[in-house]
């Protein structure tokens, strides 16, 4: 197990170095220079050149590309370009809520989706099916930010039951606020995990209970919902750990469009708010991030899968 896991993780690096090699020539060829947001009227050439010299912005992209390689290896990720402030001190300050949001996110879209896919399944094109086919094509088709924006008009806007934006407000600091904040974002990022989830739940249940053992179930007179919890449920959360570990990077990144429009402190608005500075440390480092988070995540699942199904061997 552990000569596996480490195999990985040497298998890793270079995939890393690739991402990091093609997200750096992504940013150096979009247009854009981070100097002219310091830029003044008043400001003569010199004194811009003197100004890119000192953010090192004057050397060859490829000469860039390996100092920031350099200071990453021993664990420096640089400063930001816009407000001089180390990169990994502002990854790791707002760390916290977009995991926090995220994970509550994927938490309450798995414990709904499998009990709600496996009743789709088990009705299959009856009514209940229908209608829970008819909210998982809504959810995937929903644009994220039109759902954010309805949600805020009627619970904040009209009915004045929950805030509409940020994580706490101003003068409280209890751990209730921040759940009032994170209750309309967690329901927009729910009801799209859930939507995919319930659709992947379903189409394996359907295929589970064809299977010989179920037959056999059924002949010793089990009842379906006993099958269904008890025998095939085991076998559909393969699918939701391959989910849950290619969703590890969003934890990292979070839901941007969601982050951006509630405010929400995270790495999303963060990450915004960077591109719109150029301010390309900052981008990289979060790329960075969630890149090993998707890794990680890839090889936890692999991992879950023995746990779950002995039959399948790390």
Same mark, same amino acid.
């Given at each position: 197990m552990y000569q596996v896991i480490g195999r990985r993780l040497l298998q890793s690096i270079p995939m890393l170095l690739?991402?990091?090699i093609v997200c750096f020539a992504l940013i150096k060829f979009a247009p854009g220079d981070p100097v002219q947001s310091f830029v003044t009227p008043n400001m003569k050439p010199e004194?811009?050149? *003197?100004?890119?010299?000192?953010? %090192?912005?004057?050397? #060859? /992209? @490829?000469?860039?590309?390996?100092l920031w390689l350099k200071h990453l290896l021993t664990g420096d990720f640089g400063y930001s370009l816009v407000n001089n402030r180390p990169v990994l001190e502002q990854i790791v300050t707002r760390l916290p809520a977009t995991v926090g949001l995220? %994970?509550?996110?994927?938490?309450?879209?798995?414990?709904?989706?499998i009990p709600l896919g496996m009743i789709a399944a088990l009705n299959r094109n009856?009514?209940?099916d229908k209608l829970l086919n008819l909210i998982s094509y809504v959810g995937i088709s929903i644009p994220t930010f039109w759902l954010s924006i309805l949600l805020i008009y009627v619970f904040a806007v009209q009915l004045h039951l929950l805030p509409s934006m940020g994580m706490r407000t101003i003068g409280q600091d209890s751990f209730l606020d921040i759940v009032k904040h994170a209750v309309l974002p967690c329901i927009v990022l729910s009801f799209s995990? +859930?939507?995919? @989830?319930? *659709? @992947?739940v379903r189409s394996n249940t359907i295929g589970q209970l064809k299977e010989d053992y179920v037959q056999i179930q059924y002949a010793f007179g089990s009842s379906k919902l006993r099958i +269904?919890?008890?025998?095939?449920?085991? /076998?559909?959360? +393969? #699918?939701?750990? !391959?989910?849950? %570990?290619?969703?590890?990077?969003d934890l990292i990144t979070g839901a941007i469009i969601t982050e951006t429009v509630f405010s929400w402190p995270g790495l999303g608005s963060l990450g915004v708010t960077a591109a719109f500075?150029?301010? @390309? #440390?900052?981008?990289?480092?979060? !790329?960075?991030?969630?890149? +090993?988070m998707l890794i990680v995540g890839n090889l936890l699942a692999d991992i879950l899968y023995s746990v779950v199904d002995p039959r399948i061997k790390v």
């Open positions: 690739f991402i990091s004194d811009v050149e *003197r100004m890119r010299h000192s953010l %090192g912005l004057d050397q #060859p /992209n @490829y000469v860039q590309y390996f995220m %994970g509550a996110s994927l938490v309450i879209a798995v414990i709904l989706a009856r009514f209940v995990f +859930l939507s995919v @989830y319930i *659709r @992947y +269904l919890f008890r025998h095939v449920m085991k /076998n559909v959360l +393969l #699918p939701i750990i !391959t989910l849950l %570990g290619m969703s590890f990077g500075g150029f301010d @390309y #440390p900052i981008i990289m480092g979060i !790329t960075m991030f969630s890149s +090993l």
